[in-house]
């Protein structure tokens, strides 16, 4: 019994690893109201309540469709409208009970934005009610609260089946949904065809190997649910978390999944992917592929890719993305392949969706970048920016706009953006290259969700999505007329349009496999220009007019290939036919009938607006969000809880500091709807120092403990600078803190005998901390580049009965090393201590293999060189054919990742009166990345130390914790 809660209260922590506190905070004075609309509270700032009127009726709308599967009953949400976050996305948390909507919209899963999000998030909703239902799960919510529920579900739960239960009903419940998309179940439908599989464990929990995607619960849950609902009922997944209520301790799922299908749960993701995969053969047949050649040299034991292609004089330029190199923009010419610079990660993004990430002209390139607000976390922008290949010069073409789609003219003189804004809706935006400034803007209110524009003259190309279907639209800017040139429908979808000629080429997916197409704008005859196996994306024309470039996925990547254009060769439209999903029909007349037809009747009801108090309306209790903190001293496992809006805060937890292994128990109070951040703070924990003589060595060594209740009062002001591929945070604080000292021990000893009696500190402190880190590689253990600088000054300048004061300055430097994922890391420390009869909590790390110790004057130096040893990506059977290698899998007990290793030096110096003390020593560190369990949420690192203490000549070893990880 010991040890299964010891197992217990590991999984809890790990677990809890995962999940931290929001940073995220709107801007002030929004004026927020909300309405009531059943059991939804749709929380929204002043003018947007077209927008919250429409949220309220999709919610009661959907409602009926969402629950009507699963034995639930719905339960009080409150969800808020976000509206200056760049970022299209929505959420629901489990702990508190809320949701997030954003208001940018996106076209990844075909849906109207607030459609799909009613359905997707309202699905999770149900998901989370279900998973009260039942003795075992409702007991983890009477013992946590919200908080238990959410631990259930991501200790027994796998994401997958989350994310593809809606998904499923996305697809099921409109004629859009990813389920209908064909890149969506893309690399799943590679491998198949390539004859390879992963496993089970390989495939939802990744490995350093794999890229695209990251372990993707969203397109695995969408294969293996719709085969369950289609082979086994719609009720099939309803009795999975039934029977989960039969244990409420590991591993409930897989024995539920047994019991409701009669196979466990190898046999159904494989049995799974077998019938895709004969689906996805059937749809081959008679297929004749285009003829290309692969333009950039393939390494065939990684993936990677080279996206978003185009040619500029004599030369190929794309972004090279691989795991274990840098995000770049490189240039092919004859044999060499030049890296230019480096791109930021969210410049990458589109492509996951096959969306124009990059659009180049004329020699400059075109992308958009997310810019956050250097205060508040949910308020950011989406800019424009020039580069020039032949100055390699980066120009800022807008500021603080938010556009969502962007294109370059093949001359390079105009750029067309599409922006959104939640009050305004679309305006297309034309831009003059020549001297950076508008050159007109026009508002396109009518047309749906527009995206990936192309521009040549005066037209303007546009992706629409709009609820009769998909189209592509020409605008004419000179007399603002709007031509459908591809008919709404919802039997395929379209990316990516360039102009030539009188061509319009694009990317669709009516033949399930994503291929370019060409639309003669005169006659608007259609053709089919590639055949490719997986999918051809991002088209782009040579300037000579005789050569189409473009991505092919494959096995390995996004491989940037060219093929002549030859229109005679092309296939008519009329001669492709369209392949019939044997699941989504199936899945549709579940849920809608034998018909499957889809609801077409949303109600228009009106909802009373009331004014929203963020401190009356706000905070949800029980609710509690855990997370773990880590600095290079102490570690902390905290527990929160957090309005709606994430303006106050309250939380409890535990601390450990590393040099005085001393436990801490704190509360706090946190109020950051204000520019500066408002803190309180009480605390109860245990002290330890080693203190040393003034005059003695090693044998004037003291070693005190005592006890400290504090109360502190703070202010802090957390500031993001970051832009593009650099990451820069500031923090500034300060703290009043009362300390109340209770029960030293010895209460007597001899070096230090003015801290012989109990009685109350009153100190000040001031902090000042400075991060700027550069992204590298995925892989890389550390940042390429970065700079971290720690200030901190202590003191007692009011009346107490002790005395104090203590400064520290600490600095990090990162520095790459030959090799991409390896890197350096050197720290210094210069900290000075008044102890004459109080000593306050050291800011930085001791030596490693010393017990820390207190001396008025202490510098020390480290350095580290970081490095991955292995990378347990792949088995015989799934290997790339090339490699040999095997998965390092032990039951289910660990499944593990990486093998990572470390060397240091340490030295450091203290200084004490006359006396001067040196302490210096050597090791190396051993960890492996691993998923305890096999579950996805519980990644962490983990390993032992050895240190070779010069001085003492001390051989001593340690455990190594790094967590939380972060599971993409």
């Known amino acids: 019994m010991k040890f299964l809660r010891i197992i217990i209260f590991i999984l809890f922590m790990i677990c809890a690893a995962t999940l931290r506190i929001s940073a995220q905070q709107n801007p002030p004075f929004k004026g927020w109201k909300y309405i009531d609309a059943g059991h939804y509270r749709i929380i929204f700032p002043e003018g947007l309540e077209k927008i919250a009127q429409r949220t309220a009726n999709l919610m009661i709308y959907y409602e009926k469709y969402n629950y009507a599967g699963m034995s639930t009953e719905p339960d009080y949400i409150p969800i808020v409208i976000i509206e200056d976050y760049s970022e299209a996305n929505g959420f629901v948390s489990f ?79 409109t004629n859009g949904g990813r389920g209908r998309i064909a890149s969506f179940p893309m690399w799943y439908r590679t491998l198949e065809l390539s004859g390879r599989r992963y496993s089970y464990y390989r495939a939802t929990l990744g490995t350093y190997n794999d890229m ?54 190898n046999e159904i993701y494989n049995t799974a992917l077998d019938r895709y995969r004969e689906y996805w053969k059937n749809n081959l047949e008679g297929m004749e592929f285009t003829e290309s050649a692969q333009v950039f040299p393939e390494r065939k034991d990684k993936w990677e890719s080279f996206a978003f292609p185009f040619i500029y004089g004599d030369s190929i330029y794309a972004i090279r993305f691989a795991r274990d190199r840098s995000l770049s923009l490189v240039k092919r010419t004859a044999d060499e392949t030049d890296e230019l610079r480096m791109i930021p990660y969210d410049i990458i993004s589109p492509l996951f969706h096959h969306e124009r990430g990059i659009s180049a002209g004329g020699g400059y390139i075109l992308w958009r970048e997310a810019i956050p607000d250097p205060r508040w976390g949910y308020r950011s922008y989406s800019d424009l920016r020039l580069y020039n290949v032949e100055s390699g010069k980066t120009l800022d073409l807008t500021d603080n706009k938010k556009f969502i789609a962007a294109a370059l003219s093949a001359d390079g003189t105009t750029a067309a953006a599409v922006e959104y804004i939640a009050a305004k809706g679309y305006s297309l935006e034309l831009f003059s290259i020549a001297d950076m400034k508008n050159s007109g803007s026009y508002e396109l209110n009518d047309a749906g969700h527009i995206y990936d524009p192309a521009i040549q003259g005066n037209l303007v190309a546009l992706c629409t999505q709009e609820k009769e279907g998909n189209s592509i639209i020409i605008f004419d800017t000179e007399n603002g007329k709007k031509t459908r040139i591809i008919d709404t429908t919802h039997l395929e979808h379209f990316r990516s349009p360039i102009f030539h000629n009188e061509y319009l080429f694009f990317v669709s997916d009516y033949t399930g496999i994503d291929n370019i197409y060409a639309v003669n704008l005169k006659n608007r005859k259609r053709f089919q220009v590639t055949s490719v196996m997986y999918g051809a994306y991002f088209p782009s024309i040579s300037p000579g007019n005789n050569a189409l470039l473009y991505n092919e996925y494959t096995l390995t990547g996004y491989k940037t290939v060219s093929s002549s254009i030859d229109p005679s060769a092309w296939i008519s439209f009329e001669k492709l036919k369209k392949p019939a999903d044997p699941y ?87 109020y950051s709807a204000l520019y500066p951040v408002l803190i309180l703070t009480g605390s109860y924990g245990n002290r330890t120092r080693w203190i040393s003589d003034k005059k003695n060595r090693y044998n004037g060594i003291e070693f005190i403990t005592w006890m400290e209740k504090t109360a502190s009062a703070e202010i802090n002001l957390p500031l993001n600078f970051s832009r593009g591929i650099h990451s820069t945070f500031m923090d500034i604080g300060a703290r009043g803190v009362l300390v109340d000292i209770r029960d030293i021990d010895p209460p007597v000893y001899r070096i230090y005998s003015d801290m012989e009696n109990n009685g109350l500190l009153k100190y000040s402190s001031y902090y000042f901390k400075m991060q700027h880190t550069v992204t590298g590689a995925l892989n890389a253990i550390l940042p390429r580049h970065g700079q971290i600088i720690n200030l901190s000054y202590w003191h007692t300048p009011f009346k107490s009965d002790y005395t104090a004061r203590m400064f520290s300055a600490d600095a990090t430097l990162y520095l790459p090393s030959l090799f991409s994922t390896h890197g350096f890391k050197f720290t210094g420390t210069y900290a000075l201590n008044d102890t004459d009869d109080y000593v306050f909590t050291q800011q930085y790390l001791f030596p490693r293999g010393y017990e820390s110790v207190t001396h008025e004057k202490f510098i020390s130096g480290s350095v580290d060189y970081l490095f991955p040893i292995a990378d347990f990506s792949f088995s015989p059977a799934e290997s790339f054919e090339e490699l040999t290698g095997y998965s390092f899998f032990l039951f289910k007990l660990f499944y593990f990742k990486r093998l990572n290793g470390g060397i240091y030096f340490d030295y450091g110096r203290g200084t004490t009166g006359d006396l001067k003390m040196d302490y210096s020593s050597a090791g190396f560190e051993l960890t492996s990345v691993q998923n305890l369990f096999s579950n996805y949420h519980l990644l962490f690192e983990a390993g032992i130390r050895y240190s070779y203490c010069f001085e003492t000549r001390q051989k001593v070893y340690g455990l190594v914790l790094k967590v939380p990880f972060i599971q993409m």
Request: net charge negative.
């Open 584 to 670: 989504i029909d199936a899945i549709a007349a579940q849920e809608l009938g034998r018909g499957g037809n889809v609801p077409d009747d949303l109600p228009e009801q009106k909802y009373v607006a009331n004014e929203y108090n963020t401190l009356l309306h706000g905070m949800t209790i029980p609710g509690w969000i855990p997370f773990f903190n880590f600095t290079n001293y102490d570690f902390s496992f905290n527990i929160f809880t957090q309005d709606v809006l994430h303006t106050l805060q309250a939380g409890a937890g535990s601390t450990y500091n590393f040099n005085e292994k001393t436990h801490t128990a704190a509360g706090t109070l946190l």
């Open 95 to 173: 702990a508190p009970f809320y949701s997030h909507w954003f208001t940018t919209p996106s076209s990844f899963d075909s849906i109207d934005w607030f459609t799909g999000l009613a359905i997707h998030e309202g699905r999770h909703m149900v998901q989370r009610n279900r998973l009260q239902e039942g003795g075992a799960k409702y007991s983890w919510y009477v013992i946590l609260g919200n908080y238990g529920t959410a631990l259930y579900l991501g200790l027994f739960i796998p994401n997958w089946y989350l994310e593809g239960d809606a998904v499923v009903m996305e697809t099921a419940l």
């Open 212 to 265: 695209y995607p990251y372990p993707d619960p969203y397109s695995l849950g969408y294969l293996v649910n719709s085969y369950v609902r289609k082979y086994y009922s719609r009720a099939a997944w309803d009795n999975v978390l039934e029977y989960t209520d039969r244990s409420c301790l590991y591993p409930s799922f897989d024995n539920a999944l047994e019991l409701a299908t009669g196979h466990d749960l």
